[in-house]
């Protein structure tokens, strides 16, 4: 896991009480206010129920008569007298003891907070925004994606679907060119006439990341993504055909890999799963080669056997896999979603096989009888969707929006702050830890629009060198100083520097490239070259700030040239053997390099 410090993450959350003066209303929110009419009558709430002060307001000559609300609480309607301002009267009864607020009643404008789509089966979206519109479902009970869609939809991001195969024809899918067919051993990832489940895929396509805001259908949760898709499961494969699958997708850029599906014993719902080395390797090879030694994220389904699984070594024993169990619309895990020690966490998904009496996730589906929607229905689209297939890319496509809010984030922070970040539902049966881990949920139901605010941050620009000058000179043993101007940030980080030193073209090339000296923390505005003692001729230093989250833009290459001292000028008095002696050329020395924070590391 991370070191690094995410106690910032939980983000406060602010209650906004709305107090408004009763005049006012016009003035200062007139454009709010101009789409809000006027009833013509005043809202007015008394400190307490006293019936001679409300005698009196009905009494005046500029009310009617008073309507007491719903509720036990003092607040009445006053309708008023024909050619009466209802901002005027509501002006006055506010200064009048007794009265807690009067307010010129208007019609406010309202909508539904609805998914700002404009697909097909955009409503039909629970998964994403939950507001009721699912009889028998839990209002809220969705990722609450809509903030992190403020921020980024994803574009940019390679999504890896390892399934049985995606259809790169749907209208409603980005799917890359090539693809990967561990089967047939070719770059045509679609799926096979004949095979198990071929629409599998498709489905959990357009869950991660269906085009979003294009007019058809529905929408991913990073509908702004590619999909890269892999033809491997459904098959007979070996581990090998497997693993391949893996690095295949890593290599051609995947940022994060989809996996819904899971190794099974037939006839055993849980079975014990010991170790296999190749899948051991598969998950290491996109933690530690993916996204250029960042980490490709990989997620898992957790399983849809409804029973406790403790020993399922490739999820168990790969730190940094995410495993998903499935939870209702109403907020509940699914009875078939497997639990135990390998669950992560959770997303919102439908029955086995859309059923169970819940709503599906509706999502792109194969047009044709192969589809999920069965035959004769020829619909590219389906609201069959369910199982902990349908959870996985929930979570799949939040990563991607994650890794679009901020690309220099770690893997392993991925999965400390979809944890950190989770909301804690089914409280009264998922069993919580103190720690706020379930075996059932894991750290509860993901929250996109929270994790992906989390991480949102841009790298700090790429710092202007002001010393050396392009060319310029550097004495040995002067302890001269490399200076730079302070890096832009755009998100106010506090920033260190480092600092990279190499070999330039010169009457040598032999040694041109290599890094001399490689800094990478704690650095401030200055790098002081010390007792220098390395080759004279030319070398390249640039800089570059980095915040909590990694290393910003690295400056241009500056060119400078290691020089000797003039030597002083010949005393007839010295005899010769006193003083050093050095060969024309010196020689490559260690570099001492004092510094409060960071590590020094010397490249030979």
């Given at each position: 896991m991370s070191t690094r410090p995410f106690g910032w993450i939980c983000a406060a959350l602010a209650a906004t009480a709305l107090s408004l003066p009763a005049g006012a209303g016009a003035g200062e929110h007139d454009a709010f206010f101009a789409k809000a009419p006027l009833t013509g009558e005043v809202l007015v709430r008394l400190a307490a129920h006293d019936d001679a002060l409300l005698a009196r307001l009905v009494g005046r000559d500029d009310v009617v008569e008073a309507e007491h609300r719903a509720g036990v609480w003092p607040l009445y309607s006053f309708s008023l007298a024909d050619g009466v301002d209802p901002l005027t009267l509501a002006s006055?009864?506010?200064?009048?003891?007794?009265?807690?607020?009067?307010?010129?009643?208007?019609?406010?404008?309202t909508e539904l907070h609805a998914l700002p789509l404009d697909d097909t089966y955009a409503e039909n979206l629970w998964h994403l925004e939950n507001v009721w519109q699912m009889p028998g479902g839990l209002p809220g009970g969705d990722i609450e994606v809509i903030p992190a869609w403020e921020i980024t939809d994803g574009t940019g991001q390679l999504i890896g679907v390892i399934d049985g195969g995606v259809e790169d024809t749907h209208i409603d899918l980005r799917v890359a060119e090539e693809g990967w067919d561990a089967v047939d051993q070719d770059f045509d990832a679609n799926p096979a006439p004949g095979q198990s489940n071929p629409g599998h895929g498709t489905l959990v396509a357009g869950v991660a990341a269906a085009i979003g805001n294009n007019g058809e259908g529905v929408a991913g949760v990073a509908y702004g993504a590619t999909v890269w898709p892999v033809r491997a499961i459904g098959a007979q494969l070996s581990q090998a055909a497997i693993y391949d699958a893996f690095t295949r997708a890593v290599d051609a850029g995947a940022t994060v890999l989809n996996n819904s599906w899971g190794f099974v014993?037939?006839?055993?719902?849980?079975?014990?799963?010991?170790?296999?080395?190749?899948?051991?390797?598969?998950?290491?090879?996109?933690?530690?080669?993916?996204?250029?030694?960042?980490g490709t994220v990989v997620v898992f389904s957790a399983g849809n056997s409804g029973c406790?699984?403790?020993?399922?070594?490739?999820?168990?024993?790969?730190?940094?896999?995410?495993?998903?169990?499935?939870?209702?619309?109403?907020?509940?895990?699914?009875?078939?979603?497997?639990?135990?020690?390998?669950?992560?966490?959770?997303?919102?998904?439908?029955?086995?096989?859309?059923?169970?009496?819940?709503?599906?996730?509706?999502?792109?589906?194969?047009?044709?009888?192969?589809?999920?929607?069965?035959?004769?229905?020829?619909?590219?689209?389906?609201?069959?969707?369910?199982?902990?297939?349908?959870?996985?890319?929930?979570?799949?496509?939040?990563?991607?929006?994650?890794?679009?809010?901020?690309?220099r984030l770690l893997e392993e922070d991925v999965r400390e702050v979809l944890c950190a970040t989770a909301d804690k539902v089914d409280v009264a049966n998922a069993g919580y830890d103190s720690a706020g881990w379930s075996p059932t949920l894991g750290c509860g139901r993901v929250n996109a629009g929270a994790a992906v605010t989390a991480v949102a941050n841009d790298p700090p620009q790429a710092p202007a060198i002001t010393f050396p000058e392009e060319g310029g000179d550097v004495v040995l043993g002067a302890q001269t100083p490399i200076r730079w101007a302070a890096a832009e940030d755009v998100d106010g980080d506090a920033l260190s520097y480092g600092i990279e030193v190499r070999r330039a073209a010169g009457d040598d090339d032999d040694s041109a490239g290599e890094i001399e000296v490689e800094a990478r923390a704690g650095l401030e505005l200055e790098y002081l070259l010390r007792e220098l003692d390395w080759e004279t001729g030319p070398y390249e230093v640039r800089v570059a700030a980095r915040d909590l989250w990694g290393v910003g833009e690295w400056s241009d290459w500056v060119t400078f040239n290691i020089?000797?001292?003039?030597?002083?000028?010949?005393?007839?008095?010295?005899?010769?053997?006193?003083?050093?002696?050095?060969?024309e050329g010196g020689s490559a020395a260690m570099l001492v390099l004092l510094m409060p924070l960071g590590l020094l590391r010397r490249r030979d």
């Open positions: 006055a009864l506010e200064r009048i003891p007794g009265v807690n607020w009067a307010w010129a009643d208007r019609i406010v404008p014993i037939h006839g055993e719902p849980c079975p014990e799963l010991p170790p296999m080395p190749a899948m051991n390797e598969a998950m290491s090879y996109a933690r530690e080669v993916g996204r250029d030694g960042l406790e699984q403790n020993a399922y070594s490739m999820l168990n024993d790969n730190p940094g896999v995410i495993a998903v169990a499935s939870i209702s619309d109403q907020s509940r895990k699914w009875g078939y979603s497997v639990w135990g020690a390998h669950v992560d966490i959770g997303a919102p998904s439908g029955g086995l096989g859309g059923g169970g009496g819940r709503p599906g996730l509706w999502s792109t589906d194969m047009f044709g009888d192969a589809g999920f929607n069965g035959a004769g229905e020829n619909r590219e689209y389906s609201p069959r969707m369910g199982g902990t297939s349908g959870a996985a890319p929930v979570v799949t496509g939040t990563v991607a929006l994650m890794l679009a809010a901020n690309p020089v000797r001292p003039i030597p002083p000028a010949a005393d007839d008095d010295d005899d010769g053997d006193a003083g050093c002696s050095s060969s």
